[in-house]
């Protein structure tokens, strides 16, 4: 039975002093904590669920082509596994003050659907607007290249991207939450199907 697949990634842009609060940091906490909290769920009959943290996300400075130069971890194990997976959800951006969470054009119709089913499970539908925003390069693009169904959680207006003003001022805890829960509803309503 094909797995889900949890991913974020740890690396960061190489500015000097730059310290990805919400470019990596919040995802990776994210993951961890949810592959904590499926621990305790009985996996018997239930669809595996597999979490990837990955490094070379990003870009070398001065990069050309993103997609050739970064995204190298999850083009590395979409390479190796994509047969092996039946979806594919990324964290990334997601514990903004007043977050919003649109669906980029190139993340899955039918899987962000059920993102927002679990949202409104959660109570935290509000985040999850029936909005698009831009196409966004990030780490579930190497796995819809090889036909996995992805999305993407990325709030990518945030003004500090790539700047040292992302630190733990902007990080906020309310919104990692929601947002954390959301994704746990998700998973765990994905492991039934």
Not at 14 to 33: E, H, I, R
Not at 59 to 66: E, H, K, L, V, Y
Request: proline fraction near 4%.
């Amino acid at each position: 039975m094909p797995a889900i697949l949890l991913v974020a990634h740890y690396d960061t842009t190489d500015v000097p002093g730059y310290l990805g609060a919400n470019n990596s940091a919040t995802g990776v906490g994210a993951v961890v904590a949810i592959a904590k909290a499926l621990r305790s769920d009985p996996a018997k009959g239930k669809r595996a669920v597999r979490f990837l943290l990955t490094d070379g996300e990003e870009a070398p400075s001065g990069f050309q082509d993103f997609y050739a130069e970064g995204l190298r971890g999850s083009k590395a194990y979409a390479a190796a596994h994509a047969k092996e997976l039946r979806e594919v959800i990324v964290l990334d951006f997601i514990a903004l003050y007043g977050e919003l969470l649109k669906r980029d054009t190139t993340s899955d119709i039918r899987l962000w659907a059920r993102l927002r089913s679990a949202a409104g499970r959660s109570k935290t539908l509000a985040i999850f607007p029936d909005q698009v925003q831009g196409t966004v390069l990030d780490d579930h693009t190497p796995f819809l290249r090889a036909g996995v169904p992805a999305i993407d959680l990325i709030d990518f207006s945030y003004a500090c991207w790539q700047k040292l003003c992302d630190d733990m001022s902007k990080v906020s805890r309310g919104s990692l939450t929601k947002v954390g829960r959301t994704v746990l509803e998700l998973i765990r309503a994905e492991r039934l199907r």
